[in-house]
């Protein structure tokens, strides 16, 4: 039975990476589905019948998405490899991604990850179409040849699209470990690949925009989505460099909050709400039972239980139970903190000494250090 987490259903594991997919992975994959089985395979191969088109169309789509999962896993293969430690891939609306914890050691191993993943895609470009051709060759249905070279088309636009010089795509990935590699200067790389992200991604805007004028509104529209999606993932990566370089050597010790309020597990989720939420206005609180941890109970856990039946659920019924994607080691730094918080899709964690919980360690006390550090480095203003 898959497991699943806000919008996310995790399906299986492949080498100990993770693979899930977003829920919006289901539109694109329904839209693919029905624009190659009732748009392109019957324009293109016209004689056929209904359900010939609709079994390749079925066909060409579920490979389609295994050639991204391919790419991904690449990526994902070779950095486990280097030690840089992948363990989850998410497919969604816009394709996939492997999840790095943390940037790369050095610009050597960015070149070498970002690198392997477009190469993926021309190596499965050149397989389908090897397969095309032996079916043609052979004299075998028409449109299974078509399925592959379709298949081979599109790997290698996937291949030349993620080439593209702006952050994060590979390509992008590709300059920055280029400007690291010759600066030494990991943020400064960063922001200019970032920054030709964002020209790429008005780009794509501006061609999107020109192909609505010009009648093709579905293309034109899914090309604006695109550039939007890449402005705000280059925006998003150079901010996280930042905000891991100025966390710096920092720990989760330094940081928690030492003997946390803690909730009973007999506590009735209305009690918890009247007597901790709302009077000390924290988000969440840890559970503890004679001692020891057993849980967290967070504004979405009470949010998820119906206002009627808070006075006779218990804490213990609706909270996250303790597992090792919301703890934390004192002495771990706190940007494994927040990738960790960010997978486990949690705004705190539970600080763990030998299974003895000694704090608590939040996003938003993170957030206040980092907004306060910058804030003390930025200059005076001039009077």
């Not at 397969?131 to 030349?160: E, K």
């Amino acid at each position: 039975m898959p497991a699943s987490r806000r919008g996310v259903v995790e399906l299986f594991k492949v080498a100990g990476v993770q693979v899930e997919v977003d829920f919006s992975w289901i539109i694109v994959f329904v839209l693919i589905y029905w624009s190659l089985s009732a748009g392109y395979f019957p324009l293109q191969y016209p004689g056929h019948t209904t359900g010939e088109y609709w079994l390749v169309g079925l066909a060409a789509t579920i490979l389609f998405f295994a050639s991204v999962l391919g790419h991904e896993l690449s990526h994902a293969a070779l950095a486990n490899w280097l030690g840089e430690g992948v363990d989850r891939i998410t497919l969604f609306i816009f394709g996939g991604m492997a999840h790095l914890s943390g940037e790369p050691k050095s610009a050597a191993n960015e070149l070498k990850i970002a690198a392997v993943g477009p190469l993926s895609s021309i190596v499965f470009a050149a397989f389908f179409w090897l397969i095309g051709a032996m079916i043609g060759s052979a004299g075998g249905p028409t449109l299974w040849t078509a399925v592959f070279r379709y298949l081979a088309f599109i790997n290698l636009a996937l291949a030349v699209f993620n080439l593209l010089p702006g952050f994060p795509l590979d390509g992008g990935r590709l300059l920055r470990a280029f400007l690291w590699q010759r600066s030494g200067n990991l943020r400064r790389a960063t922001a200019r690949a970032a920054d030709w992200g964002t020209g790429i991604a008005w780009a794509l805007i501006g061609l999107g925009t020109l192909e609505i004028f010009a009648g093709g509104l579905i293309g034109g529209l899914w090309l604006i989505f695109i550039g939007l999606f890449l402005r705000g993932a280059a925006t998003t990566s150079y901010q996280s460099v930042v905000v891991e370089q100025m966390l710096g050597q920092i720990r989760v010790a330094d940081l928690m909050i030492p003997n946390p309020v803690s909730l009973a597990p007999d506590l009735s989720v209305s009690d918890a709400v009247e007597k901790f939420f709302l009077h000390y206005g924290y988000a969440g609180f840890p559970v503890v039972s004679d001692g020891r941890a057993l849980g967290i109970l967070s504004l979405g856990q009470v949010r998820d239980c119906p206002p009627g039946e808070r006075a006779s659920k218990a804490v213990g019924d609706v909270m996250l139970p303790i597992a090792p994607n919301i703890t934390i080691a004192p002495d771990a730094p706190i940007s494994d903190a927040l990738h960790r918080m960010a997978e486990a899709d949690v705004g705190r964690l539970l600080v763990m000494d030998n299974r003895r919980m000694i704090g608590l360690i939040t996003r938003s006390a993170i957030a206040r250090f980092v907004q306060l550090k910058a804030q003390l480095a930025a200059p005076a203003p001039s009077a």
